[in-house]
């Protein structure tokens, strides 16, 4: 049971956790709204579209923002309770500040599985949304890459000689620039059937695809056998890669399945990977951040200056991130495996909250100067 002290806590990092999320969510909006108005210039968006596009978007990123709002939510919580006194009136009543970490510790660890269970499965219903509206009114394309479970498929259009064309394959490799078991459906402007191409695999090349063992088929030749043939394409492989689903348009209940998915396609899903890892740690990330957030203010008196310890939260944040990023990208180019990548963050923040949590602690006593 929580005595009435702990409540008391928990209401008050519950309220400033809202209070900071919602500052940075202003912040985000108005952000991308500006950065949605940019990418629409000239392209008779409607201002409601730009709107829709700037909040289906929100919700991809508030995983990047979880953390720096924890932080900073537990920080000011802390800041205030000594301000006001009431660190110091808890503390006479014989709670140490352990316990008194205990209760941020659990409200932050709860917000984290509720935005995993519940948000991060909205958030991807809200990013395909998001991709559905950008393609159509940004872009002005249409998706020409997806993934079935039977294989990917691609959409292309040679302008040149207003031929259209749906090429399917069984399995990738080399992250989409190879083909096995192709099938290229060919029609004309008008979406009348011109021709087909089947073969065992397919390079992309610097436009074209080389087709190994392919055989020919026209609408009303017969067919042909060549084991070398090129065909012309407008698609790069960096196309391939980025129309295909990104992770936020997967929740988390479905991507465990999708990952494995992926790979029996032959398709890398390292990008998954650290997506689904970063998931499954960030409730036990926040956590570590409050301890980070307590050690940095244990010493801290009513009547002391907190600009130092401002400066010294925004130079941690900076390192942290960097950190997380320079670690995401040695994941996604296969230097170090995607669990590493995403554990070793969290891992860095708990050892270093203990040891300035027992530096604060020691100095506090009086035992180190």
Do not use: C
């Not at 259209?164 to 096995?180: C, I, K, M, P, R």
């Not at 997967?250 to 029996?264: A, R, Y």
């Not at 995401?328 to 990548?341: C, E, K, M, N």
């Amino acid at each position: 049971m929580f005595s009435k002290i702990n409540i008391y806590l928990i209401k008050h990092f519950f309220i400033s956790f809202v209070i900071v999320f919602f500052i940075f969510a202003a912040l985000l909006i108005i952000g991308d709204f500006v950065e949605q108005f940019r990418k629409s210039t000239g392209k008779e968006v409607p201002i409601k579209i730009i709107f829709q596009l700037a909040i289906f978007n929100f919700f991809s990123l508030i995983e990047f923002i979880i953390p720096i709002v924890t932080f900073f939510a537990a920080l000011l919580t802390y800041i205030l309770l000594i301000r006001n006194s009431e660190f110091l009136i808890i503390s006479s009543v014989g709670l140490s500040n352990l316990r008194i970490l205990i209760p941020a510790v659990i409200i932050y660890f709860v917000v984290g599985v509720f935005f995993v269970t519940i948000i991060n499965p909205l958030s991807a219903v809200f990013y395909d949304r998001y991709t559905e509206l950008e393609y159509k009114y940004i872009a002005k394309l249409d998706k020409f890459a997806s993934i079935t479970k039977n294989g990917i498929w691609l959409k292309q259009f040679n302008y040149k000689k207003n031929i259209s064309s749906v090429l399917y394959a069984q399995q990738v490799t080399d992250n989409g620039s190879t083909l096995l078991n192709f099938m290229l459906l060919e029609y004309d402007d008008k979406g009348v059937f011109q021709g087909r191409l089947d073969g065992k695999k397919a390079f992309l090349g610097n436009g074209f695809w080389s087709m190994d063992d392919v055989q020919i088929s026209p609408k009303y030749d017969q067919a042909s056998f060549n084991d070398n043939f090129r065909y012309e394409t407008n698609i790069k492989q960096s196309d391939i890669t980025n129309s295909l689903s990104s992770p936020d348009s997967i929740s988390i209940w479905k991507m465990g399945k999708f990952i494995n998915f992926l790979e029996d396609l032959g398709y890398s899903a390292r990008e998954f990977k650290l997506y689904y890892y970063n998931l499954l740690i960030l409730p036990f990330f926040l956590s570590f951040l409050t301890i980070l957030a307590s050690s940095l203010v244990l010493d801290l008196k009513q009547n002391s200056k907190i600009s130092k310890i401002i400066i010294v939260a925004f130079i941690l944040i900076f390192v942290i991130y960097f950190l997380s990023n320079l670690l995401d990208a040695l994941g996604s180019s296969s230097q170090v495996s995607p669990f590493i990548a995403k554990i070793t963050t969290p891992i860095f923040v708990l050892i270093f909250s203990f040891v300035f949590f027992n530096y604060s602690y020691l100095k506090n006593k009086k035992l180190i100067r």
